[in-house]
C-alpha cells in the first residue's frame, strides 16, 4: 500500500511563495514519474509540473515561477512556487506512476492541499 502525504499548502498574498512537499511511504516500487496537478473550483484537474529520469516538464501558465524536485532518499517530491497570481488558487495533488511490468503501470494520489492566493 503506497500512501501520499502532502504538506505546505495555505493563504499567501500575491507575489509570495510557498512550498509543498508530498512525503511517500510504503512498497513504492518502480517510480516512473511524479507529479503535481491543481484543480480550481469548476475547472478540470491540470499537470503543473513533471519530473522524471532527471528531466522538468511545467504547465505554460507555471513555467518559469515553480520549480518541481525529489529527494530520492526521503521518497519525497517538492514543488517551490513562487510569484504566485490569484490564478493559482487551487487545490494541488501529488502523483506518482509506478510501473508495474512493461507496459502497465499504477497511479497514486495524495488527498490534495489548497493553496489560496489573496490579499
Known amino acids: 500500500q503506497v500512501q501520499l502525504v502532502e504538506s505546505g499548502g495555505g493563504l499567501v498574498q500575491p507575489g509570495g511563495s510557498l512550498r509543498l512537499s508530498c512525503a511517500a511511504s510504503?512498497?513504492?516500487?518502480?517510480?516512473?514519474?511524479s507529479n503535481w496537478y491543481r484543480q480550481a473550483p469548476g475547472k478540470r484537474r491540470e499537470l503543473v509540473a513533471a519530473?522524471?529520469?532527471?528531466?522538468?516538464n511545467y504547465g505554460n501558465s507555471v513555467r518559469g515561477r515553480f520549480t518541481i524536485s525529489r529527494d530520492t532518499a526521503r521518497n519525497t517530491v517538492y514543488l517551490q512556487m513562487n510569484s504566485l497570481e490569484p490564478e493559482d488558487t487551487a487545490v494541488y495533488y501529488c502523483?506518482?506512476?509506478?510501473?508495474?511490468?512493461?507496459?502497465?503501470?499504477?497511479?497514486?494520489w495524495g488527498q490534495g492541499t489548497q493553496v489560496t492566493v489573496s490579499s
Open positions: 502523483n506518482i506512476r509506478t510501473q508495474v511490468r512493461v507496459g502497465i503501470f499504477d497511479d497514486y
Open positions: 510504503g512498497s513504492i516500487g518502480n517510480v516512473v514519474s
Open positions: 519530473i522524471f529520469s532527471g528531466t522538468t
